[in-house]
Nanobody, 114 residues
Framework: QVQLVESGGGLVQPGGSLRLSCAAS????????MGWYRQAPGKQRELVAF???????TYADSVKGRFTVSRDNAKNTVHLQMNSLKPEDTAVYYC????????WGQGTQVTVSS
């Protein structure tokens, strides 16, 4: 059974930082593209960042220079370090694993507000 479990969300003030983690099980983690998506109220789910099995990284323009994605294949985890957070970063953040199949985590809420 495949599981992606996100953690690390919460409430943070503008300009603050959060680190999201996603622990994967039930897949050969090192072979999967791991991504982070987010969905704000009333909006479509959008890509935040992804990292391939080879370590190639892509970011959405809106988070470049502020967010950093990384993976630890030994621990089957992917992280999203989020700095200089803005109110518009408020959303539910989802972990995604993609290879021949695609899997999603349950999401973790990030709220940026003063």
């Amino acid at each position: 059974q495949v599981q992606l479990v996100e953690s690390g969300g919460g409430l943070v003030q503008p300009g603050g930082s959060l680190r999201l983690s996603c622990a994967a099980s039930g897949i050969i983690f090192s072979t999967y593209v791991m991504g982070w998506y987010r969905q704000a109220p009333g909006k479509q789910r959008e890509l935040v960042a992804f990292i391939t099995s080879a370590g190639t990284i892509t970011y959405a323009d809106s988070v470049k220079g502020r967010f950093t994605v990384s993976r630890d294949n030994a621990k089957n985890t992917v992280h999203l370090q989020m700095n200089s957070l803005k109110p518009e970063d408020t959303a539910v953040y989802y972990c995604n694993a993609h290879n021949y199949f695609t899997y999603w985590g349950q999401g973790t809420q990030v709220t940026v507000s003063s």
